[in-house]
């Protein structure tokens, strides 16, 4: 049996616990008072109102110093990379199986609807060989050379609808990624090899893969609206003799200072890719 004292103690235990959140003899929630709550609780907002305040004064003062139209650091990426289109580093097919293509054939179309002459009649007539340099003009936007689909001739799937890809000579389209005021020097062109013994026919369109300088400088997203990225198709002539292999591919920008060479960045200024045909 329990002794009186005990019984005292474990009252006075029960007592001081609720006491602790809330005392009704001195009106204390959690150790305080009503009006040192509302306090703290003033500090608090206050203070966190302070620091919005000062993130808010902060992103608007950094905002002024941006411009819309070119991005304030642009020293990251001095040199594009190359992209492939149908976008695979592995692409396999069966000729004789439309099924088997028909992701490849479909991706190109898509691309190239903004290639299509409808399109591209809305962009200017420029002349070769030259930068096209809208630096000095008032207007924000600026306006974009044409590069109608038509000029990669049987890769434009126009006159073959496949792309080559029914009769075993598939067609790949490159082009550079987008640097604003990048203006290479030289004559840039696509040099494609295929790493093995024996070469493998290309043909390459434009001829021999040339990037015009006219599609260059490019003015950002937002200015240069109506641009499109000059391409280059490789169709790929292969034989029954190279059917069933894979044939790893490398292409590569050649003719200017663009780097195409940086071993810690497989992508700069080159591109490699595999291929195989099943007949």
Request: glycine fraction near 6%; charge should be neutral.
């Amino acid at each position: 049996m329990a002794s009186t004292e005990d019984k005292a103690a474990n009252k006075e235990n029960v007592s001081s616990w609720k006491d602790s959140i809330y005392n009704p003899r001195t009106g204390e929630l959690l150790g305080r008072t009503a009006s040192s709550w509302a306090l703290i609780l003033l500090f608090y907002l206050v203070f966190y109102c302070f620091l919005a305040g000062m993130f808010a004064l902060t992103m608007w003062v950094m905002l002024l110093t941006l411009d819309d139209y070119v991005p304030r650091y642009r020293d990251r990426v001095p040199h594009p990379g190359l992209v492939i289109r149908p976008n695979s580093l592995d692409i396999t097919f069966n000729k004789s199986d439309p099924l088997k293509y028909a992701q490849y054939v479909q991706h190109l179309e898509s691309f190239l609807q903004k290639y299509n002459d409808t399109e591209q009649e809305k962009n200017e007539d420029c002349p070769q060989g030259e930068y096209f340099l809208q630096d000095d003009t008032e207007e924000m936007t600026k306006k974009a050379c044409r590069f109608k689909r038509g000029s990669l001739s049987f890769c434009s799937g126009l006159s073959d609808t496949n792309f080559g890809y029914s009769e075993g000579k598939p067609c790949v389209l490159l082009k550079m990624n987008r640097i604003i005021g990048l203006k290479p020097r030289g004559d840039p062109y696509i040099n494609c090899t295929v790493k093995r013994e024996s070469p493998i026919q290309m043909q390459y369109f434009p001829s021999e893969g040339r990037i015009d300088k006219m599609y260059f400088p490019y003015y950002g997203k937002k200015a240069h609206e109506n641009y499109v990225q000059p391409l280059v198709a490789v169709k790929l002539l292969l034989t029954k003799e190279d059917y069933n292999k894979e044939l790893p591919v490398e292409c590569r920008v050649e003719g200017s200072d663009l780097r195409n060479n940086d071993d810690r960045d497989k992508f700069l200024g080159r591109v490699t890719f595999r291929i195989k045909v099943v007949e």
